[in-house]
């Protein structure tokens, strides 16, 4: 059973608006969370991250929210713009043992000029 | 800097042949791991390491082995090749410490194809 999931395979959205990527967990003992993004034959690359300790965390355009109680994150990108256009895959692990990533199914996303 | 270096690209076998899957790292990292993607699961840990000699198990080992005797390189090997094990497999390395602790840095990819 996936201990990382990311609901929406695919989502599409005008360029310059915002896009939300959502992630859900299901251990509770997970506190540590990254995104990654994918091109089309290039490995995942990492993108932003957040600890346990915050709820949010900034970096440019991009925002990670975290909700603890509802085992849930959000990666939300404003503005969007076409060259954002990859899969995104949320991944999980403890700090106890962060070498253990659990990955998400990822999310395709589309930014239409 | 070449960073995490992976060999072959791409690879077709058939079922019951044997393979192994190269994985080299030029960042001095101390942890190397392998995944495995398919569709609709995201990427799945086969076997990490910590460090040279020491290895041990992800979610999906089964079919898989692997060793680490030098820091840059930790290859895995399929020893008897199933269908099931048709994927895309990308080693990644990263290291304690940073801004960004444990942050993965992966290869390009390695397709694999068992007939």
């Known amino acids: 059973d996936q201990q990382v999931k990311q609901n929406s395979p695919s989502l599409s959205v005008q360029e310059g608006r915002i896009s939300i990527l959502n992630c859900d967990y299901t251990?509770?003992?997970?506190?540590?969370f990254l995104w990654y993004k994918k091109y089309p034959a290039e490995g995942p690359t990492f993108l932003i991250s957040?600890?346990?300790?915050?709820d949010k965390n900034e970096d440019g355009r991009f925002t990670v929210f975290l909700n603890k109680s509802a085992k849930h994150l959000s990666l939300h990108i404003v503005p969007s713009q076409p060259g954002d256009s990859a899969v995104y895959f949320c991944?999980?692990?403890?700090?106890?043992?962060?070498?253990?990533?659990?990955f998400g199914s990822g999310t395709k996303l589309n930014v239409k000029p | 800097n070449a960073g995490v270096t992976q060999t072959p690209k791409f690879q077709v076998l058939k079922t019951g042949q044997s393979m192994t899957l190269q994985c080299a790292q030029d960042?001095?990292?101390?942890?190397m791991s392998w995944y495995r993607q398919d569709p609709g699961m995201g990427l799945r840990l086969i076997h990490y390491?910590?460090?040279?000699?020491?290895?041990d198990q992800g979610e999906v080992p089964n079919g898989y082995n692997v060793s680490r005797s030098t820091t840059e390189d930790f290859p895995l090997r399929l020893l008897s090749a199933a269908p099931s094990q048709t994927s895309v497999y990308f080693c990644a390395s990263s290291y304690e410490g940073g801004s960004n602790t444990g942050e993965l840095f992966f290869g390009e990819g390695s397709r694999l194809t068992v007939l």
């Open positions: 251990n509770s003992m997970f506190d540590y």
């Open positions: 991944a999980a692990s403890s700090l106890y043992n962060f070498n253990k990533f659990y």
């Open positions: 957040i600890s346990s300790i915050k």
């Open positions: 390491s910590v460090g040279a000699g020491i290895t």
């Open positions: 960042m001095n990292h101390e942890y």
